[in-house]
């Protein structure tokens, strides 16, 4: 399945403006709270999918039945612009277990693009619902990436995929690859540049949180 918070109009919509507004990006706080913000709302949305059963719960008066989530949850992200949209989940998935990836574009003289991946740490995956957020799904590389190794450590009863901005040719590209994912998205936009960022996209979201690399 798709999702896009896009398709119906709430104040996702402000969110994801700020995270492209060049003159708001100068605020490095404002960035990651934002990110935070469609993290945790996306989560919500992500919520509604997952398996739930009946609990009673005390009160000072009684008891009260709820339908609550039973399941496992493994939250994973990819360091290090995946921290605040992880952080935005962990606010509502607050008891999930974690996984982090390290994994970044290496460009070769060529001008051609290889998805490097030096570290991976996750909880126990067998039969757990994993969600791995990754801000920007540009060539779908990176994500596809990190769940084949993922997937070589455990095997998940489902699988989301959460991004903030996607372009087409990744939602394809991982929908080719793994067509049973779901895909949960901010918006989606049709372009990328020959150096593979997503136009008109948002820039770089990594730099923008937490200051340019070199």
Not at 58 to 76: K, N, W
Not at 83 to 104: C, K, R, T, W
Not at 169 to 190: Q, Y
């Amino acid at each position: 399945m798709l999702f896009t918070l896009t398709d119906k109009n709430s104040l996702g919509n402000t969110f994801l403006a700020e995270l492209r507004d060049v003159e708001i990006q100068k605020d490095r706080l404002r960035f990651r709270r934002n990110l935070e913000r469609i993290g945790a709302i996306l989560a919500y949305e992500i919520s509604q999918k997952l398996a739930y059963e009946p609990m009673e719960v005390e009160t000072p008066l009684g008891m009260a039945t709820h339908e609550l989530p039973m399941e496992r949850i493994v939250l994973a992200t990819i360091l290090r612009a995946g921290l605040p949209f992880h952080q935005g989940m962990l606010a509502f998935f607050d008891e999930a277990d974690n996984a982090f990836i390290s994994a970044y574009r290496k460009e070769h003289k060529d001008g051609s693009l290889e998805i490097q991946l030096d570290y991976v740490s996750t909880a126990e995956l067998d039969d757990a619902v994993l969600i791995l957020c990754d801000p920007m799904l540009a060539t779908g590389a990176s994500v596809i990436t990190a769940l084949e190794h993922l997937l070589v450590r455990g095997t998940p009863k489902a699988i989301h995929v959460a991004s903030v901005i996607a372009s087409t040719e990744g939602v394809n590209a991982l929908r080719r690859r793994f067509p049973k994912v779901s895909l949960w998205i901010g918006t989606i936009d049709e372009e990328l540049t020959a150096k593979s960022f997503i136009v008109p996209g948002l820039g770089d979201a990594g730099d923008l949180a937490y200051g340019e690399k070199i």
